[in-house]
């Protein structure tokens, strides 16, 4: 078998340095002093607050750098991402270093590291699998090109789509279909001899995958909460609930009034905390104004056809979220006692198809309450004195397993157009 051999990407290095120093793109910054690792804003595509324009900036400027994207393309934000993951994990001039990254706050990022010159070409024909460190022995069916800078070029794009296959596969991403669950847990591509592959022309790229078969086992009822429900005060979060019921009351709870007892409720309750929380008093002391006209709230209701609120108390409620009528101007919520549908489960499933087949903007799964105020408005809603955001798990889990789908397809895709004949053979191997 061919051995592989360590390989400057000068190019990928250079740029990304440049990109880094011109302070362009948003989070894209030192992570060191010493300037030798870096931030990368990494945003799952699926979040309501995902901003193209933003969080896939530098995604796409790569993408654009490497001729895979021009005018008239349409918008791909995962597939640029994906492309630019594997620019990095298949480079030995870069390493992520996980213990520095933060994927689990509202503006996640990765960092990496530049590799220096003697700490690389020591792991030759092997390469790193992202953040686990698996290694896997690797050959490339590679062209004879007329000149050696022409050769670096088509190896740098054979490489990527390598490499983005591999950590699919290496990931664990799961396919679903009606019958059965496909896990992909090794992947190998075969590889030539060098005699061969100088005088022979690729004719096919052929694939061997391991995979596991298992039969879809169903997820019980209390495997995930029906909501979340964060609490912000001028932007800062001030709490979170997981409710497991299909209903909740969101209010103000006052201490100087105690209810008298009535019959239990089967209803959660989320109470707004004090107005203590906010350290500025200006802001604190109009909080504590409007709180005692919230002691009513809100009460949400969620069941298979959506998510529904009905607003009981005195002070104003606006929202926004997928089925709001108005997307630039304000919609508030009237006093009454018929339910409002905040959320469409069916329309939401015709949009998730839609975008599995098509791609485009992801459905939204989220929905925003303003307590007080006007909303949406031109006023950022970190000016907002209480906003709730209202997430739904199940819709959340499905648009990531779309995406996922999505990912697996462009994978494919891009390796059929390595291929002159512009196909995949795939050699699957089911282990029960």
Known sequence: ?????????????????????????????????????FRIPWKHAGKQDFRSDEDAAIFKAWAVFKGKLRAGDKEDPPTWKTRFRCALNKSSEFEEVPGRSQLDISEPYKVYRIVPLSEQGKDTGAVRLGSRGRERERGMKRRRVKSESDREEEEEEEEE???????????????????????????????????????????????????????????????????????????LEVSQRRIMGKDVKIASRLPSRNPAPGPASSVEKVWFPSAASLSNPVRSQALSRLLPFLERGVLLAC??????????????????????????????????????????????????????????????????????????????????????????????????????????????????????????????????
């Open 1 to 37: 078998m061919a051995m592989g051999r360590a390989r400057s990407s000068r190019k990928l290095k250079q740029w990304i340095v440049d990109q880094v120093m011109s302070e362009q793109y948003p989070g894209l910054v030192w992570d060191d002093p010493n300037r030798t690792m």
């Open 161 to 235: 789509e390598e490499e983005e296959e591999r950590r699919t596969g290496g990931e664990g991403k799961k396919i679903n279909s009606p019958a059965v669950v496909v896990e992909p847990i090794t992947l190998q591509v075969e590889s030539v001899s060098d005699t061969t592959q100088q005088h022979s022309p690729i004719n096919e790229i052929q694939l061997n995958f391991t995979i596991e078969t298992t039969p879809p086992a169903s997820l019980p009822s209390t495997a995930l909460p029906s909501m979340l429900i964060t609490i912000f005060y001028s932007g």
């Open 303 to 432: 069941n298979p056809q959506g998510l529904f609120i009905q607003r009981l108390c005195q002070g104003r409620v606006f929202w926004s979220g997928p089925g709001a009528p108005h997307h630039d101007r304000p919609n508030k919520l009237d006093r009454q006692e018929s339910l409002v549908q905040l959320f469409d489960a069916k329309h939401f499933n015709h949009e998730l198809e839609v975008y599995r087949m098509s791609g485009g903007q992801p459905p939204q799964f989220k929905v925003t309450l303003c307590f007080g105020e006007e909303f949406p408005d031109n006023d950022p809603v970190t000016d907002k004195l209480i906003t709730v955001q209202v997430e739904l798990p199940r819709a959340r889990q499905q648009l990531e397993e779309v995406t996922s789908f999505r990912e697996s397809v462009a994978l494919l895709q891009d390796l059929a157009s390595q291929s002159p004949l512009g196909e995949v053979t795939l050699n699957l191997y089911g282990i029960s």
